[in-house]
């Protein structure tokens, strides 16, 4: 049973980023875990946390679309990642949620959850350098979110 509590909240957390609204989030997640009882279930565990975390990211995103920014590729400032890795987790998510699709989910999904970049990029259905590119353009605007009122975003 523990298991299960700690997979459903991370499906919730994924959600509440996507759609920052924890009560959509929940009941998105409930109903999501509903429709799921009434499919077979793979013997699997990557295919099961892949058409779990697939099914929630649709639904969000037919309740908040998605926008899409791809940043150039650079080096992203030390100094920007020490602000980032200083961050409480609330701010963390805080700054996640601000974040534009499909960055967002490939964000919260390595840095909450620790998933495998592969699985991550699987379950976003993207092809790896769309992957890449994506949680580069994250990775960008959440170090920009840590920078302090009125410093230089460059």
């Known amino acids: 049973m523990a298991d299960r509590d700690a997979w459903e909240q991370r499906l919730c957390r994924f959600a509440r980023v996507l759609l920052r609204d924890e009560d959509a989030a929940r009941a998105l997640v409930l109903e999501t875990l509903q429709s799921a009882a009434k499919k077979s279930v793979p013997a ?3 295919e099961l946390v892949t ?3 697939q099914e ?3 639904r969000a995103l037919k309740l908040r679309p998605a926008s899409s920014t791809v940043a150039p590729r650079g080096e992203i400032p030390e100094e920007a990642i020490a602000r980032v890795r200083q961050m409480d987790a609330a701010s963390l998510e805080s700054a996640l949620n601000a974040l534009p699709e499909p960055g ?3 964000l919260t999904l390595l840095a ?3 998933m495998d ?3 991550i990029a699987k379950v976003l259905e993207l092809a790896p350098e769309d992957f890449a590119d994506a949680l580069h353009a994250a990775r960008l605007g959440l170090c920009a979110s840590s920078a302090p009122t009125g410093a230089s975003q460059s």
Do not use: G, K, M
Request: a neutral charge.
């Open 117 to 119: 970049a592969d699985l």
């Open 104 to 106: 967002r989910s490939a």
């Open 44 to 46: 699997d565990h990557d």
């Open 56 to 58: 929630v990211r649709r």
């Open 112 to 114: 909450l959850d620790a």
């Open 51 to 53: 058409r779990q975390f």
